[in-house]
């Protein structure tokens, strides 16, 4: 009930008496509607009615407040004292299912981009990231960021870079916008022939240069519903070959902590904060972050809260955030098992970036090879790396997060050995189960930083964040996880949209066969048909008796046999001294 929790504390905040008072709302029962409906209230001085199940909701500023009062009815009482809340029962199991719709929330929907870094013995390995539309300026010039939890700025390519690598982007022209001001670093307006601050920033393999501008950047589908802030970005003068030339997106907005930005007035959570405040929300500077599995599901990040429609089992547990200073979204790791058995690595403590902009595992170099040894497997018999998988357990505050082959591995095939046994020697279990001609590689790499972040520093990137709803909140410096609630893939065969479609022609493609084979009957009967026809009509009612095949059996065994062939699996990337940009 973490996110109802919240609702409380809004709700408290928003009744409490100027002498600090303690007031007892009794909660239990709410639903997740009746909350927001009863913070909306607050928040907006409605009088007293009647609530949802006939309940006495107070209007703000009412005496009744400081007495205490039941508003969904129940037993178990939540109460505030100075702003703190303080719940009896600290269990997250029972959140309620998501509302319909919800206003308080702004959410762009994403896209994955993959682009091949290096073949290593025919095996291609690719970095990834996953990127989403914007406008900026007046009028309004559209560009694609990607969404990295790793950076803090707003940096786009600009016309006022000339080279190849910015060619090739979208670019941000300054003197076509009305609303553009020139900046300096501390966010004073530069007059024309005054000089400009420039900035250099590093990621990971490559740099970029600019300089600082204040315009509009607004999100939304059109003109009509997009919601806009202003707010100070860099304006890219020069960006380096590598990484920037081969991404299919323009730019990158940074999510970090505050204090990872270049000063204040650049921060897009603090800038978004003011849309989601207009919108109602109680998280204003609090964003989720959902990472499709397959292409049928749509990847999307939420501003102003979170929404429960992607969350598996209804649970959020909440982690602190360790050294918020530096401004990564940092976690500390209590404890690193394989198939329960504890690494000494992190028995005096280990910490963990959250980093969207990562396509990979990353971790520490002196623990990379003992990982990856506990970590590579032999594929199952179906050619998939889930069922025969160990399982990697990381234990955070409350929460241990358990990834196996189908999160952290990729299928690589090879030529099978072909061993012979020895006469009367028989096969283990695990070799009745596995294939000698395919290994499930987990996909790593190593990341190696100095103190006072490192040096025993894990990037957890796409495999966590795709099995894990994040929900990233700046004003509480907290970050929640949950088991990420992902549709089902529909099963296509041979390129039909589904099962149904291609039972349907297969069907019709007999029935026309056996009205074929019924014609010639008569032909025959009638005695209009050649005498090659008369000759195999025997031959030909045999095959009409059973041209109607069970169709439906051979559809979903079929289906079975090609979504055991055609398991795509997914590529890594080398191994790196370094940080990578979005690997």
């Known amino acids: ?214 315009d509009n950047v607004c999100f939304g589908a059109d003109a009509h519903s997009q919601s806009c802030v202003s707010m100070k970005f860099v304006a890219a003068t020069e960006m380096s070959e590598d990484p920037f030339k081969d991404f299919t997106f323009d730019g990158v907005l940074g999510l970090g902590l505050p204090t990872l930005s270049h000063a204040s007035g650049f921060s897009f959570l603090e800038a978004v904060s003011v849309l989601t405040k207009e919108k109602g929300s109680a998280f204003t500077k609090t964003f989720a972050l959902f990472l499709a599995s397959h292409e049928e599901e749509t990847s999307k990040i939420t501003f102003g809260g979170w929404d429960e429609q992607h969350l598996d089992d209804n649970e959020v547990r909440w982690n602190p955030v360790v050294e918020p200073e530096f401004g990564h979204w940092m976690l500390e790791i209590k404890s690193l098992r394989v198939d329960g058995q504890v690494l000494s690595f992190c028995e005096k403590g280990c910490k963990a970036v959250v980093d969207s902009g990562t396509s990979l595992l990353g971790v520490p170099s002196d623990i990379f090879p003992e990982l990856y040894e506990l970590l590579n497997h032999a594929a199952s018999l179906e050619g998939e790396c889930h069922s025969q998988s160990p399982h990697l357990e990381i234990e955070l505050d409350g929460l241990t997060m358990t990834l196996d082959g189908e999160d952290f591995a990729h299928l690589e095939e090879h030529q099978s050995a072909n061993v012979t046994q020895e006469w009367g020697s028989q096969r283990t279990n695990s070799q009745d189960q596995t294939r000698d001609d395919m290994t499930c590689s987990p996909m790593l790499m190593t990341i190696d930083l100095p103190e006072p972040i490192g040096p025993k520093l894990f990037i957890l990137g796409e495999p966590v964040l795709r099995k894990y709803y994040t929900i990233y909140d700046a004003e509480r410096q907290r970050i929640g996880l949950g088991l990420a609630q992902h549709a089902p893939k529909q099963a296509r065969i041979l390129g039909y949209e589904s099962e149904e479609a291609w039972f349907d022609e297969a069907e019709k493609e007999a029935m026309l066969e056996e009205q074929k084979v019924v014609q010639k009957n008569q032909r025959i009967e009638n005695g209009t048909a050649p005498d090659t026809e008369v000759e195999k009509k025997t031959v030909v009612n045999n095959k009409a008796k059973n041209s109607r095949l069970p169709f439906l059996a051979i559809a979903a065994l079929l289906g079975l046999l090609l979504a055991a062939s055609s398991y795509n699996g997914r590529p890594a990337a080398p191994t790196l001294d370094n940080k990578p940009c979005w690997i």
């Open 1 to 214: 009930m973490m996110q109802l929790y919240m609702i409380f504390a809004a709700l408290a905040s928003a009744g409490r008496h100027q002498d600090q008072s303690v007031w007892k709302p009794d909660f239990a029962g709410c639903s997740s509607q009746q909350l927001l409906s009863v913070h909306s209230q607050l928040n907006t001085g409605t009088s007293s009615r009647a609530g949802a199940e006939g309940t006495l909701i107070p209007r703000r500023g009412s005496d009744d407040l400081s007495q205490g009062f039941s508003v969904c009815g129940g037993q178990n009482v939540s109460y505030f004292q100075k702003g703190m809340l303080e719940v009896a029962n600290q269990s997250s199991s029972n959140l309620p299912a998501a509302t319909p719709h919800r206003p308080d929330l702004l959410t762009v929907d994403l896209q994955r981009t993959q682009t091949s870094v290096d073949v290593v013995d025919d095996v291609i390995y690719y970095k990834s990231a996953y990127f989403g539309s914007l406008s900026v300026g007046t009028p309004a010039q559209n560009l694609t960021v990607v969404f990295d939890t790793g950076s803090g700025n707003l940096i786009l390519p600009s016309t006022y870079c000339h080279s190849a690598v910015c060619k090739v982007h979208k670019r941000f022209r300054r003197s076509a916008s009305s609303t553009a001001h020139d900046v300096d670093g501390n966010g004073r307006v530069v007059r024309p022939d005054d000089a400009r601050d420039q900035l250099t920033i590093s990621f990971g393999t490559g740099e970029v240069t600019g300089v600082f501008v204040e």
